[in-house]
């Protein structure tokens, strides 16, 4: 079954720096997600990648998705206090209609 | 707002009883996802539904069932409750058949077995 491994597991960055999270599937890719939790709380989409080079941002957020090394990147740029919150990437095969998840990267933006 | 509803949000209860959670899928939308959180495991999907019928099946446990009914909602059953079965268990929904659009979730229903 397909896997997906995030790193770093846990990171802690100054307001305002850069930062990058990574998203590696043990098979590949065919449409990738990424989401945003807030401790306890539902799931917000924030972008999804489907084709293999695709980049998407939004607002200060980049993900890139890497089809020949099965990984997808989410780059924070100048990052603030909201951005906080537990960041998961999601995938699904091509012949199955599950949704899985990574194992999270849970963020904190200090000021 | 997702758009998707979970009822409750939170929930107590003893070992070895028997619960429902309820999830209203965003208007249109046809398939309902179930998925599992706990702190120890991560996001786990348990079970999806395409309009009523069952679509694919994670690491759901035999104690644990779910249906979508005809006005599209969804329940999850769970049963001989344990005490590791407390978690945060969110459902999601599309309007596909396959995931190609984004999932909106719910704020989730907290479960808690004492």
């Known amino acids: 079954s397909q896997e997906l491994e995030q790193s770093p597991q846990s990171l802690i960055v100054q307001e305002g720096k850069n930062l990058t999270i990574n998203c590696t599937s043990s098979?590949?890719?065919?449409?990738l997600y990424w989401y945003k939790q807030k401790y306890g709380e539902g799931l917000i989409f924030l972008m999804m990648l489907q084709k293999g080079g695709e980049e998407k941002s939004h607002e200060k957020i980049t993900a890139k998705l890497d089809e020949k090394k099965q990984q997808s990147s989410l780059h924070i740029t100048a990052s603030q206090p909201s951005h906080a919150g537990i960041y998961l990437c999601g995938a699904d095969g091509r012949n199955t209609d599950k949704l899985i998840f990574g194992t999270g990267t849970r963020l904190q933006v200090f000021p | 707002d997702s758009g998707v509803t979970q009822t409750p949000k939170h929930l107590i209860t003893a070992t070895g009883q028997r619960v429902t959670l309820r999830c209203s899928p965003r208007?249109?939308?046809?398939?309902v996802y179930w998925y599992q959180q706990s702190l120890d495991q991560g996001l786990q999907f348990l079970i999806q539904y395409y309009n009523g019928e069952e679509r694919a099946k994670g690491n759901i446990l035999e104690r644990f069932s779910a249906q979508q009914f005809p006005d599209l909602h969804s329940e999850l059953n769970l049963s001989s409750l344990e005490l590791g079965d407390s978690a945060l268990y969110f459902c999601?929904?599309?309007?596909?058949?396959?995931?190609?659009?984004?999932?909106?979730f719910g704020q989730g229903t907290r479960l808690t077995v004492v």
């Open positions: 098979k590949t890719l065919y449409g």
């Open positions: 999601a929904s599309n309007g596909g058949s396959r995931l190609n659009t984004e999932a909106f």
């Open positions: 208007s249109g939308d046809l398939s």
